[in-house]
């Protein structure tokens, strides 16, 4: 199983500011993906970290927005850019490793802008 | 991928056996079926997958049905740390795992 640590865990951020959040795993491993996570709400997929490349974005989801890097095999930064309340959320890093079936989740990064 | 459709919420006493239904309908022949789930401030954790064959492991059992358009996850023996919503995701492979609603399962002493 990977372990994987998100920092920050929680965050209060004023309007207009940016946020990186940072994932770092145990392993090195094949894919990592982030989610948002609304308040109540299920979790939406952003985007796919791809290392050495430019990430794949989900439909809704911009590289303005949500610059993603993934430098290697064990790390990647999501950045929350010009921040408004309704970027409020939780959001997840994921990651899997090729040919595995089960996909591990950190504990997530509460943001709240205000 | 296949849509899915799950009961918003179910409730379970302890000690009993919770079934979770899912439908799949539109499920294609070489998909998966995944359940994850959430608990309160928790990143979700895997919990079994199967394509056709029933599957069981220490956490739950899957059921798929001989279609393969519904399936229903067992926990066998709930207990309160069961609490949690319960997410059914069909899909090709694990690299794009697309979230539904899910279930919220409450079980109660």
């Known amino acids: 199983s990977a372990v994987i640590s998100q920092k920050p865990s929680r965050d209060i951020c004023q309007r207009g500011t940016s946020l990186t959040i940072q994932c770092q795993v145990d392993?090195?491993?094949?894919?990592m993906f982030w989610y948002r996570q609304q308040p109540g709400q299920s979790l939406t997929l952003i985007a796919t970290?791809?290392?050495?490349?430019?990430?794949?974005?989900e439909s809704g989801f911009v590289i303005d927005k949500f610059p993603i890097s993934r430098p290697n095999l064990t790390f990647s930064t999501l950045t929350v850019s010009n921040m408004s309340p309704e970027d409020s959320s939780i959001y997840l890093c994921?990651?899997?490793?090729?040919?595995?079936?089960?996909?591990?989740f950190g504990q997530g990064t509460r943001l709240t802008v205000v | 991928d296949a849509k899915t459709t799950q009961p918003p919420s179910m409730d379970c006493a302890e000690g009993r056996a919770a079934n979770l239904p899912c439908n799949h309908s539109?499920?294609?022949?070489?998909?998966?079926v995944y359940w994850y789930r959430q608990i309160h401030s928790q990143g979700p954790q895997y919990i079994i997958h199967?394509?056709?064959n029933n599957e069981t492991n220490e956490m739950a059992s899957l059921i798929i049905t001989e279609d393969r358009k519904s399936s229903t996850l067992i926990l066998p023996h709930a207990t309160l740390r069961d609490t949690a919503v319960y997410y059914c995701?069909?899909?090709?492979?694990?690299?794009?795992?697309?979230f539904g609603t899910g279930t919220r399962l409450q079980v109660f002493p």
């Open positions: 995701i069909v899909s090709r492979n694990t690299d794009k795992l697309i």
């Open positions: 539109t499920i294609s022949g070489n998909e998966y």
């Open positions: 994921s990651v899997l490793d090729r040919g595995d079936t089960e996909a591990f």
């Open positions: 970290a791809n290392q050495g490349s430019e990430a794949t974005y």
């Open positions: 199967g394509l056709k």
């Open positions: 392993s090195q491993v094949t894919m």
